[in-house]
């Protein structure tokens, strides 16, 4: 957008695939509001959505030592940090590690030790990711965010399944990306083109 406009857009509606930490960080120094939903965005809207057990949110953070305490009430202490696995566009999240001493002895250590290559609890923080994910649902669940992700069905979804139900058009016609990206360019100028033949009939009666 910055390529062809000097304007920027107040908000940014995306669905969960575009709920990254590179892109909420990206919204924020463009100072652009936040409104991408991320994966578990929809199953949390379920009244009844309860999270996997043993998952990070069971465990409780102590801000003054910098602790967490898991349901069996053992701490969990900081370790370190690391820098995750880099993306293809060369972003990388860093991480903070909790473990716990010992999880020797704990009713539910085959639950909650799944990593079978950690002899104790270990707890995976990314904590900036989790600040912007708590800021994006803040957005999502007022009525702007209700009326952003309405129009988003709406806007997006409904061109696809005109090309496709009503155009008949469900597969390219030429192979290579070059060939196939001609095809669809002259697609979609079949499809904005029926649109505005539409509307100008729906005028002139």
Known sequence: MEKHSSLLPENIMADSIFGTEENYELLEQKHINNYLKYPAFHKEQNPHYRPEPFSNTDFIY?????????????SLEFKGEIKAEKRQSGYQSILKIYECKDCSGCPFYEPCCTARKEKNRQLKINEKLDAYKRKAKENLTTHTGWELRKKRGVEIETCFGDIKHNMGIRRCHLRGLQKVKADFCLIAMAHNLRKIHLKNLKIAS
Not at 62 to 74: H, I, L, M, R, V
């Open 62 to 74: 102590n801000a003054p030592n910098n602790t967490y305490t898991c349901p069996q009430g053992k």
